[in-house]
């Protein structure tokens, strides 16, 4: 999933907008907003963010602390899987880096500074990558590539049988997460092209400047802090992701930090929680350092802006704009259109390798997953029950949470949003790791255990998603007039009576997109899910990732194919309400 402006790790459509105090300025909380606040609200809101966001940190701390000082962990930290681990974690994630910045930029700039047509149609098209579950991502790339493509077999231009699978290897799955994140990139670069000074262009053009001249001295300069914040994105979430690395790498025997933790946590064994908690640290570490290394490609660097801004600064491509239209077309026929249609000739064809015809084309992999199939008949029911109590439950803490940032703006607003993003930042990798740190053990007082069952991957979800939850909730509630709610204070309505005819119908809105917006991400979650499952609470990332782990490439591509059309659904209904959304909610619109 862009991210924050400020550049932490992911999205900047989920940084939130707070509004801290003018420097210098004392503090002063009237009496009426004490008042409107009920007693309970901090405490709990507190208590829901030490559980969700602090206290999974803490244990990964305290486990990663206890396995150096007793000295199981520093074997693993040795060993030489974890050093060619480590290199092929870095060269994976640069490469895809990589990538991502030269295709995301191309489309940003395209999109945001030229006049092209269809500018909504190609960010919504563009952004899909981003919410397809990256195991299905490589799973469409690999139907589409190698001499057992049905795709490429139909066309009569499959590779020889014999020829290896290009993309079994570090470039490979350099590509793949180039093409996963490139949206990432896309949507940084483009929230600072969109407030590209007007007048500024304006200038030089009237001093005789040429376009690649003002495009040169003026637009590129300016949009240095979006470049350089989307690919510091999508390094890090090549660092955190598993679903490529498994799906490409472990039939080729590359192992990156995400899949070796997978693997020992698969051979259980004496000191496996402190070497897997080591290995997560060197993920974050990982993580941070391309974090710092981007902040210290923009320190010392003034990026003000003066001048009028949010403005476009379009140039007119006049007699190219009709080739640079199908170059973007192109390219998304090749990342997307083409991927996805080896998919579905995959999903209907009765074996692998088989071409698609007319007398060969079958839906029986479609019946057997929706009808014969106990593990994704599961696996379905699993899902959306995971995502809707992740959808629906985390509004009872995104709103009272919205609702407290907004009166007490300042610094405990900055701390909380703060606090909040940590989870979403973190790799899901090591989310799940300091969960299952937290609840191997049986509950105190309860003696219940919750590892094992889907309910720690419920959790989970609650931590990773609750920044989600609140970015659209947050937006409504910085939109909404104040004097609203004191206007029915004053008139003696209680809180809960405010809340309910007040605040709620304003804010509805804005609570659905949350609710379709968690439930796109929750449905197709994998990297939690992957380390948390066990038999019987297996999601459908967790089913896709083990029907092509055990070769039955059909019903993984007929499956994959039903969560792609399930993606397509829920962003199209996302888009029929944006007219009733805050700004800024829909990622693929201004």
């Known amino acids: ?309 949010g403005a476009n600064a379009a140039f007119s491509l006049g007699r190219f704009r009709l080739v640079v239209e199908l170059a973007l077309v192109a390219i998304l026929f090749l990342v997307l259109v083409a991927p996805l249609a080896a998919l579905v000739a995959s999903s209907l064809v009765p074996a692998y390798g088989v071409p698609l015809t007319l007398q060969t084309v079958s839906l029986s992999a479609y019946e057997e997953i929706l009808f014969r199939q106990s593990m994704t008949l599961k696996a379905f029911a699993n899902s959306v029950f995971l995502a809707s109590a992740s959808a629906f439950g985390l509004l009872a803490v995104s709103v009272p949470a919205a609702y407290l940032m907004t009166r007490r703006k300042g610094w405990l607003a900055d701390a909380l949003g703060i606090l909040i993003e940590i989870p979403y930042a973190l790799p899901g990798i090591v989310l799940a790791v300091a969960f299952i740190l937290i609840f191997a053990a049986p509950l105190p007082v309860l003696d219940v255990s919750l590892y094992g069952t889907i309910w720690i991957i419920l959790i989970a979800y609650f931590s990773s998603f609750l920044a989600v939850s609140l970015k659209p909730v947050m937006s409504a509630f910085l939109q909404m007039d104040p004097s609203l709610e004191e206007a029915a204070r004053l008139s003696g309505a209680g809180f809960v009576r405010r809340m309910r005819d007040v605040i709620l119908p304003l804010v509805a809105p804005a609570a659905g997109a949350a609710i379709i917006l968690v439930f796109l991400i929750a449905a197709n979650e994998l990297t939690v899910s992957a380390l948390l499952w066990s038999a019987g609470t297996q999601t459908l990332g967790v089913a896709i990732f083990n029907l092509d782990d055990s070769g039955s490439s059909d019903l993984a591509a007929a499956l994959s194919v039903l969560v792609v059309v399930m993606v397509v659904v829920l962003m199209a209904a996302l888009e029929a309400l944006a007219k009733y959304l805050p700004g800024g909610v829909l990622p693929w619109r201004n």
């Open 1 to 309: 999933m862009l991210e924050r402006n400020d550049l932490r790790s992911r999205p900047c459509w989920l940084r939130f907008p707070f509004q801290g105090r003018t420097a210098g300025a004392p503090r002063v909380r009237t009496g009426a907003s004490a008042a409107a606040e009920p007693r309970w609200l901090a405490p709990f809101v507190f208590a829901c963010l030490f559980l969700l966001c602090l206290l999974p940190l803490i244990s990964l701390a305290k486990a990663g602390f206890a396995g150096l000082v007793s000295g199981r962990s520093v074997g693993v930290l040795t060993e030489p899987a974890t050093f060619a681990a480590i290199r092929n974690t870095l060269i994976t994630a640069t490469g895809g880096m990589v990538v991502s910045v030269v295709i995301g930029a191309l489309f940003a700039f395209a999109v945001a500074l030229t006049d092209v047509r269809g500018k909504l149609a190609l960010s919504f098209a563009f952004m899909l990558p981003m919410m397809i579950p990256p195991q299905v991502t490589a799973l469409a790339w690999v139907e589409m590539t190698g001499p057992a493509s049905p795709l490429l077999k139909t066309l009569g231009i499959a590779p020889p049988l014999g020829s290896p699978q290009p993309l079994y290897s570090l470039s490979g799955i350099s590509l793949l997460l180039g093409v996963q994140h490139a949206p990432l990139v896309f949507l940084a670069l483009k929230a600072g092209l969109s407030a590209s000074p007007r007048d500024g262009v304006e200038a030089a053009r009237l001093a005789g400047a040429t376009p690649f001249r003002v495009f040169r001295d003026i637009v590129v300069p300016l949009s240095l802090p979006g470049l350089i914040a989307g690919a510091a994105i999508a390094f890090v979430s090549g660092v955190g992701n598993f679903g490529i690395p498994a799906i490409l790498g472990i039939p080729a025997g590359i192992a990156v930090l995400p899949t070796l933790i997978y693997t020992r946590l698969a051979s259980f064994g004496a000191g496996t929680f402190g070497e897997i908690a080591a290995l997560s640290s060197l993920i974050a570490m990982i993580a941070a350092a391309g974090l710092v290394l981007q902040q210290r490609a923009l320190s010392g660097r003034d990026y003000r802006i003066i001048g009028l801004s």
